[in-house]
Structure formats: structure tokens, C-alpha cells
């Protein structure tokens, strides 16, 4: 998770992290990303583009990110430590791109087949006797049934 999304989440140390990049995060009420300060009076804010929301204005303009950065957090400080646990165990259970432990699709457990061609073709040559008998033992009956 990045900490954009860490930050969006409430986790106030990847929006520290955030505001000392100068990376203001994405809106907290249409998620838009074209955020853009703003200069006024002698004071700093930040406002979204796309739908107008602001944060309050401050004398710095490193005070008015932190400000646009901070979000109430959404988990406990128990379901955060939970998240981190699940990514650490998710990235060590990566290598190359690949998640161990999951399944492959079922053709690849399949055991190629060897195809005995006399007995294929003695099958459709069964197959097509039953059909022209059926076929000739229809005709007779309709003849029979009219």
C-alpha cells in the first residue's frame, strides 16, 4: 500500500511523510486528484479543482499541506498494525510477481494423454454402422407407420 493510500486511510506518519515530499493527497470528498495552492493575503491554502472543497488557510504553506494532508483515520491503531502485518506477509510470500499458494488451473495437473489412433478410428467406424442402421431402421418405420 502506498502511502498516498495509507495517508487517505488516517495514518498520520505517511501524511507527514507526504507533506515533507510536498505530494498533496487526493481530495477527501470526490477522491480528484488535480489539488492546487492557493496564495492569498499572506496566507497559504490548498483547494480541490474538481469539486471546490478547501482546507482552512495558515501563514505557511507547509503548515497548509499538512493541514490538506491530514485525515481523520478510518482504522483503529489495531486494524493499522493488522494491515501492516498482511502486506509484510503478502510481500514475502511474492517472488517474481508470483503469489506462492495459488492454484494452478486444473490442465496443468493433468497427465498429457496418448491417443491411440487404431482404436479411434475402430470406435468411429463402430459409430457410424449404429448410425446408418438407425437411419435405415427409421426409414422402415415411418414406411410401416403410414
Keep these: ?7 487517505m486511510l488516517g495514518d498520520h506518519d505517511a501524511a507527514a511523510r507526504l507533506t515533507e515530499q510536498g505530494v498533496a493527497i487526493p481530495c477527501p470528498s ?3 486528484a ?9 496566507e497559504f491554502g490548498y483547494r480541490c479543482s474538481d469539486c471546490g472543497t478547501m482546507a482552512e488557510w495558515h ?12 485525515r ?5 491503531p489495531g486494524q493499522m498494525e493488522l494491515l501492516n502485518v498482511m502486506e509484510s506477509r503478502a510481500e514475502s510470500e511474492t517472488l517474481n510477481g508470483k ?5 494452478k488451473p486444473y490442465w496443468e495437473y493433468r497427465e498429457p494423454r496418448v491417443i491411440n489412433c487404431e482404436k479411434l478410428e475402430r470406435e468411429r ?7 446408418e442402421k438407425a437411419q435405415d431402421h ?3 418405420m415411418e414406411k410401416q407407420m403410414f
Excluded: V
Design 59 to 70: 501563514s505557511s504553506e507547509k503548515t497548509a499541506l499538512a493541514d490538506w494532508n491530514r
Design 1 to 7: 500500500m502506498t502511502d498516498i493510500q495509507r495517508a
Design 138 to 140: 427409421g426409414g422402415a
Design 30 to 32: 470526490c477522491a480528484g
Design 34 to 42: 488535480d489539488i492546487k495552492s492557493m496564495y492569498a493575503c499572506g
Design 72 to 76: 481523520a483515520p478510518l482504522l483503529t
Design 125 to 131: 467406424g463402430r459409430h457410424e454402422e449404429t448410425a
Design 99 to 103: 503469489r506462492f499458494g495459488q492454484a
